[in-house]
């Protein structure tokens, strides 16, 4: 029984402390946004693109759809 409840208040400190290390003012990464967006689009797996890469989680989407179009513009000028 003590062995549960140990593992029960370790858990709940570890959550507690996630909780509070992150914070909505943390801002996303755009660069690492782009560069996933771009390995995304050049490794052109359909199943995929149209999932929002996980290091764009938290960018707003009208900085997504720039991305996409400046991605889509690079591509078509080569």
Do not use: H, W
């Not at 959550?15 to 914070?23: D, E, I, L, P, R």
Request: charged share 35%.
């Amino acid at each position: 029984m003590r062995t549960r409840t140990a593992i029960t208040a370790v858990l709940i400190a570890l959550a507690a402390t996630t909780a509070a290390c992150s914070s909505s003012s943390d801002k996303p990464d755009l660069a690492a946004c782009k560069a996933a967006m771009e390995k995304q689009y050049k490794d052109a797996k359909k199943s995929e693109q149209d999932k929002r890469p996980d290091a764009c989680d938290g960018v707003d989407t009208k900085t997504m759809d720039r991305y996409t179009q400046e991605i889509f513009d690079d591509q078509t000028t080569k």
